[in-house]
């Protein structure tokens, strides 16, 4: 067993890799990208013009409410107008009147702005993140972003894997892929956006009565036909953290670094993406390739079982899901929010986008950074200009074209599709199998995923707990060095003992003979 826990040097900020924000623009959403071009997150401001026609319509509107019979606005305007009516009642229709007045603006500016100052979104091949990002095209229509770092020798490449968590996307892992190569010269370094994030391509997902709970892709943890298994993929299973294990797994086989398979593998996921990360292990291990993998943070919602129920959603579910998943769209693309722009002030709504908070409306347009800000200062024990970088990577992919209908597919194919128990289970029985070992690692401040659950985890599979001292839930963010030293550790040791154990195997041969 290693040490408990592992101290955190002082945080040092280091310069921004990829997209940056631009220096002395006059709002936070101008940012320039690897490449140098000049872009724009979010809505634009309303001109004059623009802002002068909504309130002339809010008073406008005013008006005829309160030209209507019997209506509540009719009789306050009766009140203020009579100057009869006792103090009370007149400062009540006061008040009635100046709030309906503000919320009337608000509304119609709100329309104004996602009407036509909305953003100019992008396809994926234009706003690349960063120069260690690409497309791959994979079979059965699947465009997958990812960041991909060469190795500096083409012999005993060993691949590693990265899969991000909820609300992030590949560029996350940006600073440990650096510290990665310091620590792996030999390792191939691969990070996928996991589908409905970041610049992978969004299926269209077609809601209906028919669709099955917990339909997963055949022979995904018992993999005997990996060839036509991305074929086979549905649009509602590719939303699926099984699907995307899936999915990495083609992205393995189309590696041109990589022509005969990998014989050994490295997997790190992070919170929702060690779910991911374990079924793609699990899948690996029992094709005979040796997997050491990382859980950190892992998010697995639910005990272990062998078996899931499948059946249809209904009509009833169907339609809901339907609600939830518009809701959600409009949710991710109100000015003020997820967005940003010129609003003054934005209605109070709750946005299901992060899994590590929920955070509220009716804040300054230039706020919006501060949505972002907020989450990540939940999560983590980021700050200063650390924390405004990983605010500018999460951010990103919303330049992307059909970004939140992405994102609300994941969530609808995530309430339909639970696989936490089953791949946890599978991976109970593949980490005794042999070719599979597991280390978890978790920060010790993490507000989002218990200590207490990782350690149940650990229980459960039998296997080392490092704690990071200081260091919230990503870890692999807030000390990417750590990190790496400890990933790099973990390899040796495990290298040490697989030398030791075929030790054993020669001097017991020579022993019998």
């Known amino acids: 067993m290693w040490p408990a826990t592992l101290r955190r040097p002082a945080q040092r900020c280091a310069a921004p890799r990829g997209m940056r924000a631009a220096r002395g623009a006059a709002g936070e959403s101008d940012l320039v990208s690897h490449d140098g071009r000049q872009l724009r997150f979010g809505y634009r401001p309303l001109q004059r013009w623009e802002r002068c026609a909504t309130l002339m319509a809010s008073f406008a509107l005013l008006g005829l409410l309160a030209r209507a019979r019997q209506s509540p606005w009719q009789r306050a305007a009766r009140v203020l107008s009579s100057g009869r009516s006792h ?8 008040l009635w009147i100046v709030g ?9 500016k709100l329309c104004a702005v996602m009407c036509f100052a909305r953003p100019k979104l992008l396809p ?34 060993m691949p590693v894997l990265c899969f991000h968590g909820f609300g992030a996307n590949a560029t996350s ?30 299926p269209s997902l077609e809601i209906h009565r028919q669709l099955r709970r917990n339909d997963l892709p055949a022979h995904l943890l018992r993999p005997k036909d990996q060839a036509s298994a991305l074929d086979s993929l549905t649009p509602l299973q590719m939303y699926t953290l099984s699907g995307n294990a899936v999915i990495a797994n083609a992205l393995l086989n189309s590696e041109p670094l990589l022509p005969s398979g990998p014989s050994s593998l490295l997997v790190i996921g992070h919170s929702m993406g060690a779910i991911t990360a374990a079924a793609v292990a699990v899948s690996q291990a029992r094709q005979g390739t040796v997997v050491n993998l990382i859980l950190e943070s ?26 939830q998943r518009a809701f959600l769209r409009l949710v991710l693309q109100l000015p003020g929010l997820t967005y940003n722009r010129s609003l003054k002030r934005t ?87 042999g070719n599979l070992r597991v280390l978890i690692v978790t920060g ?24 990071i001292e200081g260091c919230g839930h990503i870890a ?32 017991s041969t020579s022993g019998t003979m």
């Open 87 to 94: 103090w009370l009642v007149w400062s009540l229709s006061a």
């Open 124 to 157: 994926p091949e234009s706003i690349l993140p960063s120069a260690s990002s690409s497309i791959r095209h994979l079979p059965g229509k699947v465009a997958v972003h990812l960041l991909r770092r060469p190795p500096d020798s083409t012999e005993d490449v």
């Open 444 to 467: 010790d401040q993490d507000k989002v995923v218990p200590v207490g659950r990782s350690k149940f985890l650990q229980k459960l599979l039998q296997c080392d707990l490092e704690l």
């Open 298 to 323: 892992p998010a697995f919602l639910t005990n272990p079982t062998k078996h899931l129920k499948s059946s249809t959603i209904g009509a009833v579910t169907a339609l809901s899901l339907r609600f």
């Open 173 to 202: 892992y940006e600073d440990l892929l650096d510290a990665l190569m310091a620590q792996l010269p030999s390792a191939l370094l691969l990070c996928p956006d996991q589908v409905g994030f970041g610049l992978t391509r969004r």
């Open 347 to 433: 209605f109070l709504l709750l946005s299901p986008a992060l899994d590590a908070f929920l955070c509220a409306l009716f804040s300054h347009a230039r706020e919006q950074r501060r949505f972002w800000e907020r989450g990540l200062s939940v999560a983590s024990q980021l700050d200063g200009e650390a924390l405004k970088r990983q605010v500018l990577r999460y951010r990103w992919p919303s330049l992307s074209v059909r970004w939140a209908y992405g994102l609300s597919n994941f969530v609808t194919a995530r309430l339909i599709t639970m696989e936490d128990a089953l791949v946890l289970h599978e991976l109970i029985e593949a980490s005794m199998e």
């Open 476 to 507: 692999h963010e807030e000390d990417p060095e750590r990190f790496a030293e400890l990933v790099a550790r973990f390899l040796k040791a495990q290298a040490m003992e697989t030398d030791g154990l075929s030790g054993k195997k020669e001097l």
């Open 100 to 108: 309906s007045a503000w919320a009337t603006h608000a509304v119609l």
